[in-house]
Nanobody, 129 residues
């Protein structure tokens, strides 16, 4: 089972910044590579929405609502994805979830790829006016 652990959330005033981190690991196995990692967010009463994604090669996509303010990046050697959030607005308030897709891992013999994506438990970001 792949485990994703997010950190970096908190309470910040409008205009402030936060940096989220998410590290992937797998029980009794070693992760080789992760094809894509991303950040999603969900506010109360709202659907979960895409914030940003990044491929293993560093190709990024950011939602229009965060372009120019948020930047996604990753460290493949650490199986970690980051989200640098600047100029935060109250509308950014949500629980932010890390996602990993195409996780390749070794079972001691062959390199295998997960057939489904994985989610972290999320980290809360609250932006005050």
């Amino acid at each position: 089972q792949v485990r994703l652990v997010e950190s970096g959330g908190g309470l910040v005033q409008a205009g402030g910044s936060l940096r989220l981190s998410c590290t992937a690991s797998i029980t009794s196995r070693i992760i080789g590579t992760i094809d894509a990692m991303g950040w999603y967010r969900q506010a109360p009463g709202k659907q979960r929405e895409l914030v940003a994604t990044i491929s293993i090669g560093g190709i990024t996509n950011h939602a229009d609502s965060v372009k120019g303010r948020f930047t996604i990046s990753r460290d493949n050697a650490k199986n970690t994805v980051y989200l640098e959030m600047n100029s935060l607005k109250p509308e950014d308030t949500a629980r932010y979830y890390c996602n990993a897709d195409g996780v390749k891992y070794t079972n001691g013999f062959d390199l295998r790829t997960s057939t489904s994506g994985f989610w972290g438990q999320g980290t809360q970001v609250t932006v005050s006016s």
